[in-house]
């Protein structure tokens, strides 16, 4: 499982290689919420696909290896440990917003700049992606516990509609 201490770690390990992420997924919510909630087995993080050799070549010092090639929409690091990094590669543009390949070409990921805000794991100050992006992301899919979870507690603490 990966734990805050590993993730503000990564965190750390990236910011002094100069990459700038921003955490989605279960941590991403957890962020936004300012508490852990559940167990994570996994850090999904956005990147710049420009800055992708010095993310993978931080991690990789690390100890991490690339145990999944699903580019350009998405791939995973891993250590032996178990500790796993998704990473999405994001290309910017000068407003800064952002467009993520999908497994559909037609119908790439949309991340409006407003969408890019902040949330806290600890005490620490991480970047993350809106309530909102967060909740349109859990669409199109049939959820797990954990999202329905996840989206609900959303809902309660921003009013949005999670439409799970």
């Known amino acids: ?27 991403g919510i957890d962020a936004l919420l300012g508490e852990e909630t559940r167990e994570h087995r996994d850090l999904d993080l956005l990147h710049d696909r420009e800055q992708e050799s010095t993310v993978v070549a931080a991690l990789a010092a690390a100890g991490y290896t690339e145990t999944l090639d699903q580019r350009p929409v998405r ?27 999908s497994f559909d ?22 970047r993350c992606i809106s309530a909102e992006q967060q909740a349109l992301f859990h669409q199109g899919y049939e959820p797990a516990e954990r999202d329905v979870r996840d989206m609900e507690r959303l809902r309660l603490k921003f009013g949005i509609d999670a439409g799970l």
């Open 75 to 101: 791939f995973v690091l891993s250590r032996p440990s178990g500790l796993d990094i998704d990473l999405h590669p994001l290309g910017f543009a000068a407003d800064g917003s952002a467009v993520q390949s």
């Open 1 to 27: 499982m990966m734990s805050a201490s590993d993730v503000l770690a990564v965190l750390s390990l990236l910011r002094g290689a100069g990459a700038e992420v921003a955490l989605a997924g279960g941590w």
């Open 105 to 126: 070409p037609a119908e790439p990921f949309r991340y409006p700049a407003s969408c890019f805000v902040t949330g806290t794991i600890g005490t620490t100050t991480v």
